[in-house]
């Protein structure tokens, strides 16, 4: 069962969109040093995370400005913004 919906067109939709939010994942741990987080508490750690979210989201808009308008070319491809349900 699994196989067969991996194979299917939304499996593929499905792993696309993954490696998309696992890419911006990566980033947040290396280059923003995210691998730990320093606050304590489920607070702190949720805080902690949405300034590493919108630092990310903000760098992605001023490269998109910086291109005029266009979507700027990215180390790591297209960086969707990361957004929270709460």
Do not use: C
């Amino acid at each position: 069962m699994a196989r067969q919906i991996a194979r299917s067109w939304e499996g593929g939709t499905s792993r696309r969109l993954r490696k998309k939010i696992e890419m911006l994942f990566a980033h947040l741990k290396r280059i923003l040093k995210l691998d730990r987080l320093r606050l304590r508490g489920p607070n702190g750690a949720r805080d902690e995370f949405i300034l590493a979210a919108t630092a990310q989201n903000l760098r992605k808009i001023r490269m998109t400005s910086a291109a005029g308008g266009k979507a700027a070319v990215a180390p790591y491809g297209h960086w969707p913004l990361l957004t929270l349900a709460v």
